[in-house]
């Protein structure tokens, strides 16, 4: 005697293009998915306001791509969502959103700069000015800490006349910080 399930269940996530894999699930699965897809498209739809401080970060809904903040993301259904913000320099931000069919939510995250980020940002100004050296600036054992690797090779490009570039690079073993 099994006890019955109680309180609600609700769709997380539907995507409308999901296709069933008959090789992983038996072919009488397609006519329940079919009838939730049907189910499902009667749904309400509303969208979300996105915007992030800083501003310019890439927006997800659902993990699919909607456009660089601020943005919006229009036709979702009705219920929770959830919202991931992508930007150089900063941690990712996720956050769950409600979606109404009678307002538009806004959704407003800030980000938080990522400290990893910064350190390797510092150490790479300290290494350029010794780049070419024997001996690499102290600064690129930030480097070695921060991003867990033993060498490193470091590409110089710059303009070398009308539609010319001078590219040099340069391997350094960040354990020694000598040149190889």
């Not at 940002?121 to 033993?150: H, P, R, T, Y």
């Amino acid at each position: 005697h099994e006890e019955p399930l109680e309180g609600a269940l609700g769709l997380l996530v539907w995507r409308s293009d999901y296709k069933v894999d008959l090789s992983k699930y038996p072919p009488a699965i397609l006519a329940v998915v079919e009838d939730v897809r049907k189910d499902v498209e009667k749904q309400k739809r509303g969208s979300l306001e996105i915007r992030s401080e800083p501003a310019a970060a890439q927006a997800y809904v659902d993990g699919r791509y909607i456009g660089v903040t601020p943005c919006f993301a229009d036709g979702l259904y009705t219920g929770e969502h959830w919202v991931t913000l992508k930007k150089e320099g900063f941690k990712k931000a996720v956050m769950a959103a409600q979606v109404s069919s009678k307002v538009q939510q806004l959704v407003s995250v800030p980000m938080e700069r990522s400290t990893k980020y910064l350190l390797v940002e510092q150490a790479l100004a300290g290494v350029e000015k010794s780049l070419g050296a024997v001996m690499l600036d102290q600064s690129a054992d930030n480097l070695k800490e921060v991003l867990f690797i033993d060498h490193a090779v470091f590409v110089r490009a710059a303009a070398a006349g009308p539609g010319s570039i001078k590219v040099d690079s340069f391997l350094y073993d960040l354990r020694t910080r000598s040149e190889e």
